[in-house]
């Protein structure tokens, strides 16, 4: 009997990836034409070298590419940066499609919901928030809540002590095989691997169910529970 779905939040219910690319785009774009003497090609490369060293949700990423390039940071150029990335942040950040019913029709069945972030608190609860789904959810758990990352049981474990479900009881749906799918399967959980939002090229996921839409889910879960 499934009582509870548990759902990674970035390119699961929100297509991150392409969020992120258009505003580092229009940033980029902006802080060249408040005179930042570099090229659009240079900015991303540099950006992309911040990203893979500090993480996507490293926070001061334009401070720190004007500060490795001229060892201060050019506040004019700086908060160009800051609100063209939050100005096109605020377009692009939209959830993938049937994501809104699905969630309602989950809700209306008596299905607790979660939500379990490798993002830290802010940042998730910031996105849920414009997106509308802050009051969705039972459960939230981010990075900041465990300080474990998936596949680390912990967060996957906290989310099922704050839902009052055992492991079995729980559908774990996700786009990152290696995070996802791995971490909820070692404390006993269903998953389901989102191919809509895979942006690694995943072969072979070794879910329970993989899934094009995530409105299938509903079915999932009714097949599950009849």
């Known amino acids: 009997m499934i009582k509870a779905v548990v759902f990674d939040l970035d390119n699961t219910l929100v297509d991150f990836m392409k969020m992120k690319k258009q505003s580092i785009s229009a940033a980029t774009n902006a802080m060249i034409d408040a005179g930042l003497n570099l090229t659009y090609q240079e900015i991303q490369s540099r950006i992309n070298v911040i990203y893979k060293e500090k993480g996507m949700e490293f926070q001061n990423v334009f401070d720190e590419l004007l500060y490795s390039k001229f060892k201060k940071v050019d506040y004019k150029i700086l908060s160009a940066g800051i609100i063209a990335y939050r100005r096109e942040r605020e377009a692009a950040l939209v959830l993938y499609p049937h994501v809104y019913s699905t969630l309602i029709t989950l809700t209306k069945n008596g299905i607790k919901l979660a939500v379990v972030s490798d993002a830290p608190s802010r940042e998730a609860w910031l996105r849920l928030t414009y997106l509308n789904l802050h009051q969705i959810f039972d459960v939230v758990v981010t990075f900041d809540d465990t300080g474990k990352r998936k596949p680390h ?67 999932i879960v009714k097949t599950l529970n009849s």
């Open 153 to 219: 049981p912990a967060p996957f474990k906290k989310a099922l002590s704050e839902l009052k479900v055992n492991a079995e009881e729980s559908l774990m749906i996700g786009d990152w095989a290696d995070r996802d799918v791995v971490g909820a399967s070692k404390v006993g959980m269903k998953t389901i691997f989102a191919k809509y939002g895979d942006t690694f090229g995943t072969i072979e996921s070794h879910a329970d169910y993989e899934v094009n839409d995530i409105s299938e889910i509903l079915k």
